[in-house]
């Protein structure tokens, strides 16, 4: 699928213009205390009100299938249409935008996040954007009192003949940052 930048975004969002628009797939997922599991992966990035940020709609199902059944060389697409959605796992919203009054460096663009979940996290991300590929780092992590314990979070994503890459290490649960999900979308 051919991409073009669409029309009448900020031209702050250029260097994040190729991760505009619906994106389905899959992945394994596991931790401490989760077995590996297949999940099922929809997000949403628009440029919302033409604003210079994205916003972005992330949400993880976990699938009905046993995670062997993963082929981590297929295509999101396929993997979205062997896998069934189960119970929902995650939900995740935010911004993304371009570090203001940042020059690029080293073709590097610095990027700034913010993101919130039902499980009671607000985070603020700082990370970088280099033509196909980006990683962001968790900043600063603000819980409600019962949220589960987190204490960081790092996502590395790119382009991959056309699918997008992603992966989320994290540190929670007393753990150490060790990898959580690593997945594979098409763009819709």
């Known amino acids: ?20 628009g619906t994106w389905h797939g899959g992945g394994v997922l596991e931790y401490e205390g989760v077995p590996a599991a ?5 997000i949403a990035i628009d440029n919302d009100n033409c604003g210079p940020y994205l916003r972005l709609c992330s949400n993880v199902w976990l699938a009905q299938e046993e995670a062997g059944i993963v082929d981590k060389e297929a295509y999101g697409a396929r993997t979205y249409a062997t896998l069934t959605k189960g119970e929902v796992w995650s939900s995740t919203t935010g911004y993304i935008r371009v570090t203001p009054n940042e020059s690029t460096r ?25 033509g196909p590929q980006f990683q962001f780092q ?20 790119g382009l991959v003949s056309s699918d997008l890459m992603l992966a989320y290490d994290m540190a929670a649960f007393g753990q150490q940052m060790r990898p959580y999900m690593a997945g594979r979308l098409s763009r819709v």
Request: proline residues 10%; charged residues 15%.
């Open 1 to 20: 699928m051919v991409f073009a930048i669409p029309e009448n975004i900020a031209p702050e969002c250029y260097p994040m213009a190729w991760l505009m």
């Open 38 to 42: 297949a999940y099922v992966h929809e």
């Open 106 to 130: 080293e073709g590097m663009t610095l990027l700034e996040a913010t993101s919130s979940t039902p499980t009671g996290h607000a985070l603020t991300w700082a990370g970088l954007i280099k």
């Open 138 to 157: 968790a900043d600063a992590i603000a819980a409600t009192p019962t949220a589960p314990p987190y204490e960081g979070g790092r996502i590395m994503g």
